[in-house]
């Protein structure tokens, strides 16, 4: 992949395409066949990044995690294409009994399971799903980092942590001579802003974080599926664009439309494109259940918004605008 192509994540050495594969929906709404499918895809288009997590779906009736790390390592193994994906899981979100958190005892086992999942010796990016305050930062850490000097993780990053716990443990990283996390997934899309621009976007551009943000299409709604009432039956992940469903939430919509007839692109083309502009943005995750959804993804990341278009979508989409 050309350089011009990606972007280094924070200070880890890893370099990533401008959008990140969400595998969350890997056997979930896309089958195992069609898994491979989109990941065979992926890769053969140049797009190297792929996120997923432990956790991943046991959301579904019947499922108890790890079902897409799983199909991950199948595919992995079939394809033997380990080489050209940057791989990235997490850590921490309950798993069952007392399968959860970030204790050293805890991402030393978890880690293992999704070695052998993965089917890989090596993780290219853990991280830490969701803060965990009943474990001092230190132990966490210090976990981390021997998993890193054993090879079995390349680099580290957080995922759902404050600002506040996360310049914490930055800070903590720095005291003690660990590697810190070099990256941190937050939700962010255009129609919630606020709680990653706010605080946690500064804090990020001045200690040097890549961003990979979840939620980029805002469970569907920024791709213009969802417009009504109407339109929620449309999904089994439609309850959660209920809340978008308003006037601001329309106004931005309205604006990816007029913005996506210019340019020839879709609405959610658009969405993710303005994130990709962001500078503290490194690669938005966008997942797909098709490979029509695919190809629009890896489109994406070649547009280019002109600043018209960016100031328009800033405007409608800022927080408070109606």
Same mark, same amino acid.
């Given at each position: 992949?050309?350089?011009?192509? @990606?972007?280094?994540?924070?200070?880890?050495?890893?370099?990533?395409?401008?959008?990140?594969?969400?595998? #969350?929906?890997?056997?979930?709404?896309?089958?195992?066949?069609?898994?491979?499918?989109?990941?065979?895809?992926?890769?053969?288009?140049?797009?190297?990044?792929?996120?997923?997590?432990?956790?991943?779906?046991?959301?579904?009736?019947?499922?108890?995690?790890?079902?897409?790390?799983? =199909?991950?390592?199948?595919?992995?193994?079939?394809?033997?294409?380990?080489? &050209?994906?940057?791989?990235?899981?997490?850590?921490? /979100?309950?798993?069952?009994?007392?399968? /959860?958190?970030?204790?050293?005892?805890?991402?030393?086992?978890?880690?293992?399971?999704?070695?052998?999942?993965?089917?890989?010796?090596?993780?290219?990016?853990?991280?830490?799903?969701?803060?965990?305050?009943?474990?001092?930062?230190?132990?966490?850490?210090?976990?981390?980092?021997?998993?890193?000097?054993?090879?079995?993780?390349?680099?580290?990053?957080?995922?759902?942590?404050?600002?506040?716990?996360?310049?914490?443990?930055?800070?903590?990283?720095?005291?003690?001579?660990?590697? &810190?996390?070099?990256?941190?997934?937050?939700?962010? $899309?255009?129609?919630?802003?606020?709680?990653?621009?706010?605080?946690?976007?500064?804090?990020?551009?001045?200690?040097?974080?890549?961003?990979? $943000?979840?939620?980029?299409?805002?469970?569907?709604?920024?791709?213009? /599926?969802?417009?009504?009432?109407?339109?929620?039956?449309?999904?089994?992940?439609?309850?959660?664009?209920? /809340?978008?469903?308003?006037?601001?939430?329309?106004?931005?919509?309205?604006?990816?439309?007029?913005?996506?007839?210019?340019?020839?692109?879709?609405?959610?083309? =658009?969405?993710?494109?303005?994130? =990709?502009?962001?500078?503290?943005? @490194?690669?938005?995750?966008?997942?797909?259940? #098709?490979?029509?959804?695919?190809?629009?993804?890896?489109?994406?990341?070649?547009?280019?918004?002109?600043?018209?278009?960016?100031?328009?979508?800033?405007?409608?989409?800022?927080?408070?605008? @109606?």
């Amino acid at each position: 992949m050309p350089a011009s192509h @990606t972007r280094e994540l924070g200070r880890s050495g890893l370099h990533v395409s401008r959008i990140c594969l969400g595998g #969350n929906v890997f056997g979930w709404t896309a089958d195992e066949t069609m898994s491979f499918r989109l990941l065979d895809a992926w890769v053969d288009a140049g797009m190297n990044f792929v996120d997923t997590a432990d956790v991943y779906s046991r959301w579904v009736h019947g499922h108890a995690g790890g079902e897409s790390e799983t =199909i991950i390592g199948k595919w992995l193994k079939a394809s033997g294409k380990r080489s &050209r994906v940057v791989l990235a899981t997490k850590v921490g /979100k309950p798993m069952g009994g007392n399968d /959860k958190g970030l204790s050293s005892a805890y991402i030393r086992r978890a880690v293992e399971a999704s070695l052998r999942r993965l089917q890989t010796d090596c993780i290219d990016l853990y991280q830490a799903h969701e803060d965990d305050d009943a474990t001092p930062l230190e132990e966490t850490l210090a976990a981390f980092a021997e998993l890193i000097r054993e090879g079995k993780v390349r680099a580290i990053g957080a995922s759902n942590y404050g600002a506040e716990r996360l310049a914490l443990a930055l800070d903590t990283s720095e005291r003690l001579g660990l590697p &810190r996390y070099e990256s941190l997934q937050p939700l962010y $899309n255009l129609v919630e802003r606020s709680a990653y621009e706010d605080a946690l976007e500064p804090l990020c551009v001045e200690r040097g974080l890549g961003v990979m $943000n979840f939620y980029a299409l805002a469970s569907g709604f920024l791709t213009g /599926k969802y417009r009504s009432s109407a339109d929620l039956g449309k999904s089994v992940r439609s309850g959660g664009v209920v /809340k978008y469903l308003n006037e601001r939430g329309l106004a931005v919509l309205a604006a990816l439309d007029a913005v996506a007839e210019t340019i020839g692109a879709t609405p959610g083309q =658009i969405a993710l494109a303005w994130q =990709i502009a962001r500078p503290s943005i @490194t690669a938005p995750i966008a997942s797909a259940t #098709n490979e029509r959804q695919l190809a629009e993804l890896v489109a994406t990341a070649q547009l280019q918004l002109d600043a018209p278009s960016i100031a328009l979508i800033d405007h409608v989409s800022r927080p408070g605008a @109606t």
